[in-house]
Structures are given as C-alpha cells and as structure tokens.
C-alpha cells in the first residue's frame, strides 16, 4: 500500500493540480461577487425605471383624457362652423334678395322720379297758370267790389240828400234835378 511518503506526494501533486483550479474558483467567486453587484445596479435601474415607466403610464393616461376632450371640442367646432356656413349662405341668400329688391326699388324710383318730370311738371304748370288766371279774375272782381261799395255809398249819400231836406241845408246844396 501507500505509504505516507507516497501519500504525500499524492497529495502535493493534487494541490499543484488542483492550485488553478482554486485560483480559477477564487477568480470565478471574485466574478460572481462582481456580478451580485452589477445585478444589485441592475435591479436598482430596473426599479427606477420601474418608478418611471408608471409616470409614464400616467402621463399617457392624461394625455389620452385631454385628448378625447379636444377631440370633443375639435368635434363641437367643426359643428359650429357647420352652422356658420349654413348661416352665411343663408345670409348671401337674404342679401342676394335685397339686392334684387333695392334694384327693383331703383327702377321704380327711376320710373317715379320720368314720371314727376314729364307729367306732374306739367300739370304743375297748367295749375299755375289756372293759379295766375284766377289770382287775376279775383283781383278784377275785387277792384269791380270796391268801385261798386263807392258807388253804393254815393248812392246812399245822394238818396239822403233827396230825401232828407234838412241834409240839403246844411249843406247848401241842392238836388241836381230840382229847381
């Protein structure tokens, strides 16, 4: 058998032989001592982006809520300006009308105003000169009034001195017919 000689021997040749190994296993545990903290950063990165990622997810989730309110209002709008042309066309319809009436009310106007210059001018001017004549006839007939109230008062004025002596003497006139 084996004796310790040998033995040790045995056991020097496995610990050279085994010696890189240890210095492999040592290297290998300096390794995974390297990696256990690599992966402690790792998961504290994968935490934080963890943190992240749910901000993140918030955010979107506002977004989604404004953007469904301005899809809302994007809609109300395009209805308003719906109803903006339709009230615009509306209008030019409406002003398409006035225009045509005040072109008609022009026409009219037109035709009034030939109207007022061939007829009524004339006529205007036959009842002026009908005006002047009758002004003239009245003035005669006036003028013929005054001369007959003067002829009246003479009249009367002769009349009481016939018939009235007492006239005649104050007077010291006498009749033309009486001698």
């Known amino acids: 058998m084996l004796d310790t000689k040998d033995l040790e021997m045995i056991a ?3 610990e050279r032989s085994l010696k890189p190994v240890k210095e492999d296993i040592a290297e290998i545990k300096q390794d ?3 990696l256990k903290k690599e992966m402690a950063e790792v ?3 994968v935490a934080v982006l963890k943190q992240e990622m749910a901000e993140v997810k918030q955010d979107i989730a506002v977004l989604k809520q404004e953007m469904a309110e301005v899809k809302q209002d994007v809609t109300t709008l395009k209805q308003d300006v719906t109803t903006l042309k339709q009230d615009v066309t509306t209008l030019k319809q409406e002003m398409a009308e ?3 009436r005040l072109s008609s009310l022009e026409d009219r106007m037109t035709r009034l105003e030939l109207t007022v210059e061939n007829v009524m001018e004339k006529q205007i001017s036959i009842v002026a000169e009908g005006h002047l004549d009758l002004s003239r006839k009245l003035d005669e007939a ?3 009034q005054s001369e007959m109230e003067m002829i009246k008062l003479r009249l009367t004025a002769l009349e009481n001195e016939v018939w009235n002596p007492r006239i005649r003497r104050k007077t010291g006139q006498r009749h033309r017919g009486a001698v």
């Open 98 to 100: 006035v225009k045509q």
């Open 32 to 34: 995974v001592a390297v």
């Open 43 to 45: 998961k504290q990165d």
């Open 142 to 144: 006036v003028r013929v």
């Open 12 to 14: 020097e040749i496995m």
